[in-house]
């Protein structure tokens, strides 16, 4: 290269096919949307943000789908009424108006290595994600996604193409998040909390918390399931007990999966991010333990 930086290799697509003839030959591309997250962009890059087909919002009785380049500003234009309660709350809490009339649905569940702020809650909701590989369609719940981890479930070559969002009943939907304001770094996370009652009973419950790690367990979710309400002080306790163990377990398997990748990738730019850096040591894993337990118990006290 004669000492000099290489050009970068930017390509816009026009059309879903043109997305899928550029996955197929080219190596290393990486698909942007609103771009709002990136440091810099990749080396190799698509640009999908003027594709109809990617921006395209289906609602029906039971959930709604949303394509994967439609912007935040775009779903929360659909109104409080026609967006569940705890996602509504999340893509308000996401920076500014200016930034969510670019950044897109797709671009904000994709970031990596930490979760984006729609993450918990799209968790929570037990969402699903479709994928376009080739001819096929390839339908994939959030609990089992993941873009960054040894073991991914995403094929080599897919898109994103749309997210489908359960439309059920919550009595109680919260959401929180933690962190610096109007950035995202390793010690940004973001809460999901859904309860349903019934006869005084909790019958369902979603708890949900993401950033460097992402926290979602239904043996934890199970232990309060069927509970009468009013909750007394020794169940929040033990279920406090209980998260703060899951808690470690998870972080101890953080780093496992870390020590299984080849290298930690230090310089976060070359994935097209807009991070400093996102090595284990920068994580404050104690700090966002007692942000968990801490949202988790105000949570909780709702039912005392």
């Known amino acids: 290269m004669d000492g000099k930086e290489r050009t970068k290799d930017v390509y816009f697509g026009t059309s879903f096919e043109d997305v899928l003839y550029e996955l197929r030959n080219r190596s290393n591309l990486k698909i942007c949307g609103g771009c709002t997250y990136l440091k810099e962009l990749p080396p190799v890059s698509l640009i999908i943000r003027n594709i109809k087909d990617f921006q395209l919002i289906e609602k029906r009785e039971r959930y709604i789908e949303i394509g994967s380049g439609v912007t935040l500003a775009s779903i929360m234009e659909l109104g409080e009424k026609n967006v569940p309660p705890v996602l509504y709350q999340a893509l308000n809490s996401i920076a500014t108006p200016m930034v969510r009339n670019i950044a897109t649905l797709g671009g904000n569940i994709c970031i990596e290595p930490v979760c984006g702020t729609l993450f918990a809650p799209l968790l929570a909701m037990d969402a699903k994600l479709e994928f376009r590989v080739k001819s096929d369609v390839i339908s994939l719940p959030m609990t089992?996604?993941?873009?960054?981890?040894?073991?991914?479930?995403?094929?080599?070559?897919?898109?994103?193409?749309?997210?489908?969002?359960?439309?059920?009943?919550?009595?109680?939907?919260?959401?929180?998040?933690?962190?610096?304001?109007?950035?995202?770094?390793?010690?940004?996370?973001?809460?999901?909390?859904?309860?349903?009652?019934?006869?005084?009973?909790?019958?369902?419950?979603?708890?949900?918390?993401?950033?460097?790690?992402?926290?979602?367990?239904?043996?934890?979710?199970?232990?309060?399931?069927?509970?009468?309400?009013?909750?007394?002080?020794?169940?929040?306790?033990?279920?406090?007990?209980?998260?703060?163990?899951?808690?470690?377990?998870?972080?101890?398997?953080?780093?496992?999966?870390?020590?299984?990748?080849?290298?930690?990738?230090?310089?976060?730019?070359?994935?097209?991010?807009?991070?400093?850096?996102?090595?284990?040591?920068?994580?404050?894993?104690?700090?966002?333990?007692?942000?968990?337990?801490?949202?988790?118990?105000?949570?909780?006290?709702?039912?005392?």
């Not at 919260?174 to 309860?195: D, K």
């Not at 926290?215 to 169940?235: A, V």
Request: hydrophobic letters at 40%; charged letters at 20%.
């Open 144 to 304: 089992q996604f993941s873009t960054f981890s040894v073991d991914s479930l995403v094929p080599a070559g897919s898109v994103l193409t749309k997210v489908r969002i359960p439309l059920d009943d919550w009595e109680l939907s919260l959401f929180r998040r933690v962190g610096p304001s109007w950035t995202l770094n390793e010690n940004c996370a973001s809460y999901a909390f859904l309860a349903s009652i019934q006869k005084e009973t909790l019958m369902n419950l979603r708890i949900a918390f993401c950033g460097a790690i992402r926290l979602h367990s239904r043996e934890l979710e199970n232990k309060l399931i069927g509970t009468k309400l009013p909750l007394s002080p020794r169940e929040i306790e033990d279920m406090l007990e209980a998260a703060g163990e899951y808690f470690d377990q998870q972080v101890q398997s953080y780093y496992s999966t870390e020590k299984e990748k080849k290298s930690v990738h230090e310089d976060c730019s070359v994935l097209g991010q807009h991070l400093t850096s996102c090595t284990i040591a920068s994580v404050d894993f104690p700090l966002l333990k007692a942000r968990f337990l801490g949202l988790l118990q105000e949570s909780l006290n709702h039912f005392i």
